[in-house]
Nanobody
Framework: QVQLLESGGGLVQAGGSLRLSCAASGRTLRSWTMAWFRQATGKEREFVSAIRWSASSSYYSYYADSVKGRFTISRDNAKNTAYLQMNSLKPEDTAVYYC????????????????WGQGTQVTVSS
């Protein structure tokens, strides 16, 4: 059984930065896709970013248009941990951020991910 634990959320002013972490336990996720989703109050959960180790021995990452150029996903396989560096934060980035993982291709479809963390709150004040 895979457990995912997010950390790093908090309150930040618009234009600020936060770095989220997702620590995995239960198995090594080296070849699995790790992703971030977010859910604002009253809205559906939406895709933010995902990353996977590709056959060409490099990482492949994918971003939602709303965060492209501001957010950067990365992972440290030695630590079994994924990260989401969030810069130039906007009030509309306020949400609970969830980490997800699965033995799937990089996808924005949340239904394809088998494992989820409990989420970490990110609040951006204007």
């Amino acid at each position: 059984q895979v457990q995912l634990l997010e950390s790093g959320g908090g309150l930040v002013q618009a234009g600020g930065s936060l770095r989220l972490s997702c620590a995995a336990s239960g198995r090594t996720l080296r070849s699995w896709t790790m992703a971030w989703f977010r859910q604002a109050t009253g809205k559906e959960r939406e895709f933010v970013s995902a990353i996977r180790w590709s056959a060409s021995s490099s990482y492949y990452s994918y971003y939602a248009d709303s965060v492209k150029g501001r957010f950067t996903i990365s992972r440290d396989n030695a630590k079994n941990t994924a990260y989401l560096q969030m810069n130039s934060l906007k009030p509309e980035d306020t949400a609970v951020y969830y980490c997800a993982s699965g033995d799937v291709r990089v996808t924005s479809n949340l239904r394809e991910y088998d494992y989820w963390g409990q989420g970490t709150q990110v609040t951006v004040s204007s």
